[in-house]
C-alpha cells in the first residue's frame, strides 16, 4: 500500500443518526451547488455492509436511516463529500479508518450509481489477505472467484444476512467493495507520427495487445483478422460488443482499415470483455482479466476505463503494479475524463506502473476533459503522458450504440478513452522494433521521447504528447520515468534541501553526453525560482549499453509561493531529448493540531469522534482514538471541529462542535464533552412519548457550506454545546426537530438559532402555539411501506433544517406542528419490502407550509391523478445554468430536467421507480441527447437561445394499477442565462374513491394548466382526448371553458386514459398522455 494522505474535499453535509428515521439537512446552497444539482429521478434504498438501510429521497434532502434488527442504538455518522453521500455506523468507523473496510462499502450515492442499491439483493466485495476464520460458514457468503495477483477473492453476501454476518468477514486484510468501473468516454494516427513507422516497416506485427472492454466486433471488417483470442469475465451472455466502446479502442489500435487504419494494424488482439452491456464491470471481473491477458502472453494491456481514486492502493491498482513487475506486461489506462479540476486521474490510472494517458486536441493543446494530478494522497506526477481523443473515428460495432456516425462501420468518439489506444498502439510498434523490452522499458522509452506542449504543466500532460518516431529513435531512457520529490513542510526557512536520483539508460552501441536542463512551473503557471529545483551534474556520460545516475535537487527555501511545482529535467544531445517529469510541492503555511477528547468523567475517551472541515480550503478528515487524542496537520485557516461523543453504556451523546476554529499557529486543544448541557422539552401532550430528535447545525460562506446533525429518540439524552466564538448570524444557524408521539396524533416542534449552538436547550410547548395539519394518505400498494417525512427550516431561510420520517398507513394522519416562523417541508417516501418489490417505490414531495398558530390545514397525497406535476419548490423543475466553474465544458450551457412525471392528484411532485423510461432533448428539431430517466436528466447546450423540445415517458410496475404509462412532450424557447424553463403541465382534478376510482355515466372533470413553480396558467388553446380501452383508440372530449371537461364513462370499461394538449400565453406547448389515469367502479 503507498503511503498517502487523506483526500479533501469542497463540501461537505454530515450528520449523526441513531434510532429510527432521520433525514439530515442538505448542505446550505453556495454560489453553483443546490440550484446546479440535478434531483433524483426517484426515491432508492441501499443495505450496507452493516445490514443497516439507507433510505435516498428524490429531492435531494438527507438520507433516512433504518437501523438493521438488533441495531437500534448504533449512532450513524453521515457526510457529503463532493457529491457523495456517506454513512457510516458508528461500530464500523474504527474499521474505516483503519483501513479494514473500504470506504466506498459506506458510500451510498456509490452504490447507487453502480446498481448496488435494494433492487439487488446481494452486495459483491473483494476480500483481500488470509480468509477469515469461518468465511464461508457465514450466512449468505459465497465465493465467486479466486484474484492470486492481489492475494484476495471475490465474494456475493446476501443482503438479508448481513446484520449478523459482516464482522465475520473481516479479517486482516481489507474488506473492499467490488465496485464498478466505467469506460472513459467523453486524426489521429499521424498526429503522434503512426506513418512514418508503417513505412519503416513497423505496424505491430508479432506483438499481442489485449483490449480488456466491453468486447471487441470481430465480424467487423477492420478486425475480423485480428482477434486471438476471447474471454468474457462479465455477467453478460457473452463476449459480444453491445456498447461499442472496445470495438472503436480496438480499432484505434489495430484496425486494418484504410482510411481509419489503427496505430498498430499489424498487431494481434487479445478480447477481455470486463464491462458489461451497458459499459461498467465490477474490479474483480478486471482483475481476473488483467491476470488472463499476462497469462495469455499480452505485451500490451489496454485499458480505456476506470474509476474514483483514493488514497490507499486498491485491488486494481494492486494488480496493475504486481503483474507489471512480475510478467513484464505494459498497462496502458486512460487518465479518466473529470478534467479541468485537479488531483482527478482515475484508477487503475494512478498505480505507480501504468503508463497513464491523458488527452489532447488536434493542435496538442489539452482537451477540457482530460484529468489533470496530482495522484491523490502523494503528490506524484500523473497522468506520464498523452495522446489524442478528441473526434477519434474508429470501427462501430454492429450493436453498438454510442459514437457520432461519419460513415457506414465508424464513428467518432472522444474522451482518454481514445488517447490510450494511440499510446497502447504506439507501445506495439516500439515492441515489434524492441521485442526484448519488458513493459518498464516500453513504458521508459515512450515517456522520454514524447513530445510536450508549452505551457501545460507535468501534471496535465505528464512528458508530452506520444511521439511514434522520437521513440523508434529513442536510445536514451531513465528509471524511474519521472521523479517526486515530495512535500516540504512549513515554514520554509529552514527546509533542508531534498534529492533522489535517477538513472540514465542508454541502449545505444555509442556513448552519449548529455547536457541537463530543468523545466519547472510553479503554482502560478510561472517559471520556479532560480536554483529551486537544481541537478548534481548538468552534463553527464552514459556509455554503449550503460547507465549514469543523476541527482534532483530541490531547495524549497528559495521563492515565495507555495504549492505544487511540476516540470521535467530535460537532457538533450545534438537534435535529439529526453524528459523526465518531475514534482515536489512547497506546503502551503500550515501548524500541528493536536486535540485531547476528554469523556463525562473528566477523563480522555475512546468514546468520541471528529470531523474536521476547512472553510478556506478542501480539507476534510473524520478521526478517532482509542487514547482520546488527535494529531493532525492543518493549513491556515478556519475549521470546522464536529465533535461527538456517545456513551454505549449510558446511551448518552454530547455534541460538542467548535464551527469557528482558526488555526493560526500550533495548537493543543481540550474538548471536554462536559461542556455539554441537556436538551429538556415539555410537550402539551402528557401522552405524547418521544419518537426521533435531531439537534444540528449549518455553517455557510460564499464559497463552502456544511451541515451537521446527531438524532436520538429521547432529547433528555442528548446534550449540546459549542467551543469557541459567535459567528456571524448569516453564517451558523442551528436547529432542533423534536418528534413526539400520543395514540391520536404526531408533534413536531422545531426551533432555530443564528450564530452559535446553545449550551443545553429548555422549552415548555403550549397548544396554542401548533398549527393542525390533516393529511388523507392513499392506498399504499401491497408490497410496500410508506413513510412520512416532516422537515423544518426558518421561514426565510433555506437551510439549517432537517426532516424526520416514520412509518405511516393509508388514512388520516393528524400533525400538531410548532408554528413559530417555521417552514415545514413534507413529502412521502415508498419503497419496497423485499428486492423484489424494489420496483414499487416511489416519493411525493408536497409544496412548503409556513402555517398559522391555531390553524388546521388539509392536504392529500398518494392519491389520483397521477401525472406530470410542476408545485412550487425551492428550486425550477426544468431549468436553465452555466457550466459551474469547477467543470464542464466552458462552451456549453446546461439544461436541467427533474420533473414529477408521477404527480398526485394532492398537487405532489412525485417521483416513481420505472420498469422503462426515456427522456430526450432537441433544439429546433435537432436531437441533442437522451437519458434513461423519465423527465430526468442533464443535457448540454449552445450558449445561444433555441426552440427546444424535452420528450419523456416511464412505465411502471401495473401493480400500480394506475398512470402505468406517462408520456409528455414540452415544447418551448430558452435564451441565454440561469432561468427556469417556461414549460407548463395540464393537470386532472378529478374526484376518486380510495380505490382511484370514478363512477360510471356522466362525468365532469376539473382541469387546469399550471405553469413552474406552481402558478395558474391560462391556456390559449387545450384539448382533452379519452381512450376506455388503454390507449388503443381515443375519442376527442368537450372541454367546457377550458376548465371542466364532460366525458360518459362506459358500464363496461375498467379505466379512463387521458391525453391533453396545450398552449399557454408564452408560446410553449404541452402534449400529455396519462394510460390509466384513474379507474371506474361502479355508478
Not at 384 to 397: E, L, M, N, Q, R
Not at 465 to 479: G, I, Y
Not at 707 to 731: H, K, N, Y
Request: overall charge negative.
Amino acid at each position: 500500500m503507498r503511503p498517502r494522505a487523506r483526500n479533501t474535499t469542497t463540501r461537505i453535509t454530515a450528520a449523526t443518526i441513531t434510532l429510527g428515521l432521520v433525514c439530515a439537512a442538505a448542505a446550505p446552497a453556495t454560489a453553483d451547488s443546490a440550484a446546479d444539482r440535478p434531483r433524483t429521478a426517484s426515491a432508492r434504498t441501499v443495505t450496507l455492509i452493516t445490514g443497516d438501510r439507507v433510505l435516498v429521497p428524490a429531492n435531494g434532502a438527507g438520507p433516512a436511516v433504518q437501523p438493521a434488527d438488533g441495531r437500534v442504538d448504533v449512532v450513524f455518522h453521515t457526510h457529503t463529500v463532493a457529491g457523495h453521500l456517506h454513512v457510516i455506523p458508528a461500530d464500523a468507523l474504527p474499521l474505516v479508518s483503519s483501513g479494514t473496510l473500504d470506504r466506498r462499502l459506506f458510500d451510498v450515492t456509490g452504490l447507487l450509481e453502480a446498481g448496488y442499491d435494494d433492487r439487488r439483493a446481494d452486495l459483491p466485495l473483494i476480500q483481500s489477505g488470509p480468509a477469515p476464520a469461518g468465511l464461508f460458514s457465514a450466512t449468505g457468503v459465497r465465493a465467486v472467484r479466486d484474484l492470486p495477483s492481489v492475494g484476495a477473492r471475490a465474494l456475493s453476501a446476501d443482503k438479508a444476512a448481513l446484520a449478523g454476518s459482516w464482522r465475520s468477514l473481516v479479517g486482516e486484510g481489507t474488506l473492499w467493495l467490488d465496485g464498478k468501473r466505467q469506460a472513459t468516454l467523453d486524426r489521429s494516427t499521424a498526429q503522434i507520427g503512426a506513418p512514418e513507422a508503417w513505412r519503416a516497416g513497423l505496424d505491430g506485427s508479432g506483438v499481442t495487445v489485449a483490449v480488456l472492454d466491453t468486447g471487441v466486433d470481430q465480424t467487423h471488417p477492420d478486425l475480423a483478422s485480428r482477434e486471438v483470442g476471447e474471454r468474457n469475465f462479465t455477467d453478460s451472455a457473452d463476449t459480444v460488443d453491445r456498447v461499442g466502446h472496445g470495438t472503436h479502442v480496438a480499432s484505434t489500435i489495430a484496425g486494418t482499415g484504410g482510411k481509419y487504419k489503427g496505430v498498430a494494424h499489424g498487431a494481434k488482439l487479445l478480447d477481455g470483455k470486463v464491462l458489461d452491456d451497458f459499459g461498467s464491470g465490477q474490479e474483480s471481473w478486471i482483475v481476473a482479466g488483467m491476470e488472463w491477458a499476462a497469462e495469455q502472453g499480452a505485451d500490451i494491456v489496454n485499458l480505456s476505463l476506470g474509476g474514483s481514486d483514493g488514497p490507499e492502493e486498491d485491488p486494481l491498482e494492486a494488480a496493475v503494479n504486481r503483474l507489471s513487475a512480475e510478467k513484464g506486461t505494459l498497462f496502458v489506462i486512460s487518465a479518466g475524463n473529470a478534467g479541468p479540476r485537479a488531483r482527478t486521474v482515475s484508477s487503475p490510472g494512478s498505480a505507480d506502473a501504468a503508463l497513464t494517458v491523458g488527452s489532447v486536441e488536434r493542435d496538442d493543446s489539452l482537451s477540457f476533459f482530460s484529468s489533470r494530478g496530482p495522484r491523490i494522497g502523494d503528490g506524484a506526477v500523473k497522468p506520464d503522458i498523452t495522446g489524442p481523443g478528441s473526434g477519434i473515428v474508429a470501427a462501430k460495432a454492429a450493436q453498438g450504440q454510442i459514437g457520432d456516425p461519419v460513415e457506414p462501420g465508424y464513428v467518432s468518439l472522444s474522451g482518454t478513452s481514445m488517447a490510450a489506444p494511440h499510446v497502447a498502439g504506439a507501445a506495439a510498434i516500439l515492441a515489434q522494433r524492441h521485442p526484448e523490452w519488458s513493459g518498464a522499458r516500453l513504458k521508459a522509452a515512450l515517456t522520454a521521447s514524447a513530445k510536450p506542449t508549452q505551457g501545460l504543466s507535468a501534471f496535465e500532460q505528464g512528458s508530452g504528447r506520444v511521439d511514434v518516431p522520437a521513440a523508434l529513435a529513442q536510445t536514451l531512457t531513465t528509471e524511474p520515468s519521472s521523479v517526486s520529490l515530495g512535500t516540504q513542510l512549513w515554514p520554509h526557512d529552514d527546509d533542508k534541501p531534498v534529492s533522489k536520483e535517477f538513472t540514465y539508460r542508454n541502449s545505444g552501441d555509442q556513448p552519449v553526453t548529455l547536457d541537463l536542463t530543468t523545466e519547472v512551473l510553479g503554482p502560478d503557471g510561472k517559471p520556479a525560482p532560480q536554483g529551486m529545483i537544481t541537478l548534481s551534474s548538468t552534463r553527464v556520460a552514459v556509455p554503449a549499453g550503460g547507465t549514469a545516475s543523476v541527482q534532483v535537487i530541490g531547495d524549497t527555501r528559495l521563492g515565495s509561493l507555495d504549492g505544487m511545482y511540476s516540470g521535467a529535467v530535460v537532457a538533450t544531445t545534438g537534435t535529439a531529448a529526453v524528459r523526465t517529469p518531475l514534482a515536489v510541492e512547497r506546503e502551503v503555511e500550515s501548524y500541528d493540531l493536536r486535540a485531547t477528547f476528554l469523556g463525562p468523567d473528566g477523563k480522555p475517551t475512546a468514546e468520541f469522534s471528529t470531523l474536521v472541515v476547512g472553510l478556506d480550503s478542501d480539507f476534510f478528515t473524520f478521526a478517532g482514538d482509542p487514547e482520546g487524542v488527535v494529531d493532525l496537520r492543518l493549513p491556515k485557516g478556519r475549521y470546522i471541529l464536529n465533535n461527538l461523543f456517545a456513551q454505549a453504556a449510558t446511551r448518552a451523546v454530547q455534541h460538542l462542535p467548535y464551527p469557528g476554529f482558526e488555526m493560526t499557529k500550533k495548537t493543543d486543544l481540550v474538548v471536554d464533552a462536559r461542556v455539554a448541557k441537556p436538551i429538556k422539552i415539555t410537550p402539551p401532550d402528557p401522552a405524547a412519548e418521544p419518537a426521533l430528535s435531531a439537534s444540528g447545525y449549518s455553517v455557510s460562506t460564499p464559497e463552502r457550506g456544511a451541515s451537521f446533525t446527531v438524532a436520538v429518540r429521547d432529547p433528555s439524552t442528548l446534550s449540546i454545546g459549542q467551543i469557541g466564538p459567535e459567528l456571524p448570524a448569516d453564517m451558523l444557524t442551528w436547529s432542533l426537530n423534536v418528534g413526539l408521539e400520543s395514540p391520536t396524533a404526531y408533534y413536531g416542534l422545531a426551533w432555530f438559532q443564528d450564530r452559535a449552538v446553545p449550551t443545553g436547550f429548555t422549552r415548555a410547548v403550549r397548544q396554542q402555539d401548533l398549527a393542525t395539519v390533516r393529511t388523507t394518505v392513499g392506498q399504499v400498494v401491497p408490497g410496500t411501506t410508506a413513510a412520512r417525512f416532516l422537515g423544518a427550516v426558518p421561514a426565510a431561510g433555506d437551510s439549517g433544517g432537517f426532516s424526520i420520517g416514520r412509518n405511516v398507513r393509508a388514512g388520516v394522519l393528524t400533525e400538531h406542528l410548532l408554528a413559530d416562523n417555521t417552514r415545514w417541508n413534507s413529502s412521502l417516501m415508498l419503497f419496497g419490502d423485499t428486492p423484489q418489490d424494489s420496483g414499487l417505490g416511489g416519493q411525493f414531495i408536497a409544496e412548503p407550509l409556513v402555517a398559522q398558530a391555531g390553524k388546521t390545514y388539509r392536504q392529500r397525497v398518494n392519491v389520483g391523478v397521477f401525472g406530470p406535476a410542476l408545485p412550487r419548490a425551492e428550486f425550477p423543475w426544468l431549468r436553465r445554468f452555466d457550466v459551474p466553474p469547477t467543470g464542464g465544458n466552458p462552451h456549453a450551457d446546461i439544461l436541467s430536467a427533474d420533473i414529477g412525471l408521477f404527480g398526485d392528484g394532492g398537487g405532489n411532485a412525485g417521483f416513481t421507480a420505472t420498469t422503462a423510461a426515456k427522456t430526450t432533448l432537441y433544439r429546433d428539431g435537432v436531437k441533442i441527447g437522451e437519458t434513461a430517466f423519465p423527465a430526468g436528466g442533464s443535457f448540454e447546450i449552445p450558449k445561444s437561445a433555441g426552440r427546444y423540445t424535452l420528450a419523456a415517458e416511464g412505465s411502471r410496475d401495473a401493480r400500480f394499477g394506475v398512470s402505468t404509462h406517462v408520456a409528455a412532450k414540452w415544447t418551448f424557447d430558452s435564451k441565454p442565462g440561469r432561468q427556469a424553463a417556461p414549460i407548463s403541465v395540464v393537470r386532472f382534478h378529478a374526484e376518486l374513491d380510495a380505490e382511484n376510482a370514478a363512477p360510471t355515466g356522466r362525468y365532469l372533470l376539473p382541469v387546469t394548466l399550471q405553469l413552474e413553480n406552481g402558478a395558474k396558467g391560462q391556456p390559449r388553446r387545450l384539448s382533452v382526448d379519452v381512450s376506455y380501452d388503454e390507449g388503443k383508440t381515443w375519442h376527442r372530449a368537450t372541454v367546457i371553458a377550458k376548465s371542466l371537461v364532460v366525458l360518459d364513462h362506459p358500464a363496461g370499461a375498467s379505466s379512463v386514459s387521458l391525453r391533453a394538449a396545450a398552449e399557454d400565453s408564452r408560446g410553449s406547448t404541452v402534449e400529455q398522455t396519462i394510460v390509466r389515469a384513474y379507474q371506474l367502479g361502479k355508478r
